[in-house]
C-alpha cells in the first residue's frame, strides 16, 4: 500500500485535490483552506460572504480554462460540483480542513461537500462519522477515512492543521509504532 500523501494549502488545496482525485499513487489527499473550487460546494451559498465562481474568475483569470466563466452568477448551472470531486477520492484517505475565521474559504461549505461525498466511501463498505450538524471551532474527526477540523483562526497553515493531519496518517498509515 501506497504511504504517499499529497498535501495542498488554498490554491494549493485546490490543486492537491484535482490532482489526487485520478492518481491512486496518492494514498491521502489533504485539503486546507481550499475553498471556492476546492473542497467547497459551489452551490447553495446565497446568504454566504463566501468566494464564489465569479469572485475566483474575476481575481485569477488564469487558474481555470475560460468555459468555467460561463458559471459567473449561474453555480446552480454546473453540472457537477465540488462533493464528486472529493468522491473520486474513494475508497483512500481524504482529509478536509478548515479555519473558522476563513469566511472567504466558506467552512461550512467545505463541510457539506465532504459529507455529502461520504456515500462514496459507503460503497465501498467504509464505515462515515460525519453527521449533518456543522462541527464547533476545535472539533476534529480522524477516525474514519475521511477526516476533517475546524480550528480557530484565519486563512493559513498552522501548526494546528499539521498536528490534526499527522494524528489522521498516524491512525491510517501508520504500520509500524514509532522510534523515538
Not at 463498505?125 to 472539533?139: G, K, Y
Amino acid at each position: 500500500m501506497s504511504q504517499i500523501a499529497l498535501i495542498g494549502h488554498s490554491r494549493a488545496g485546490k490543486t492537491a485535490l484535482w490532482a489526487g482525485a485520478p492518481d491512486e499513487r496518492f494514498a491521502l489527499v489533504i485539503a486546507n483552506n481550499s475553498g471556492s473550487t476546492g473542497a467547497a460546494l459551489a452551490r447553495g451559498k446565497v446568504d454566504l460572504p463566501a468566494e464564489t465562481v465569479q469572485h475566483i474568475n474575476t481575481y485569477f483569470p488564469h487558474w481555470f480554462c475560460a468555459n468555467y466563466k460561463a458559471f459567473n452568477n449561474h453555480e446552480q448551472a454546473l453540472p457537477l460540483d465540488q462533493h464528486m470531486l472529493l468522491a473520486l477520492i474513494a475508497p483512500r484517505l481524504l482529509y478536509v480542513a478548515s479555519a473558522a475565521d476563513d469566511a472567504w474559504a466558506c467552512p461550512p461549505a467545505e463541510y457539506a461537500s465532504l459529507l455529502h461525498a461520504q456515500s462514496a466511501w459507503k460503497l465501498h463498505q467504509h464505515e462515515i462519522l460525519l453527521n449533518a450538524e456543522f462541527p464547533v471551532v476545535n472539533s476534529s474527526f480522524h477516525n474514519t477515512r475521511t477526516g476533517y477540523h475546524l480550528r480557530p483562526g484565519r486563512h493559513g497553515l498552522t501548526l494546528s492543521d499539521w498536528n490534526n493531519f499527522l494524528a489522521f496518517a498516524d491512525i491510517h498509515l501508520r504500520t509500524q509504532p514509532a522510534k523515538l
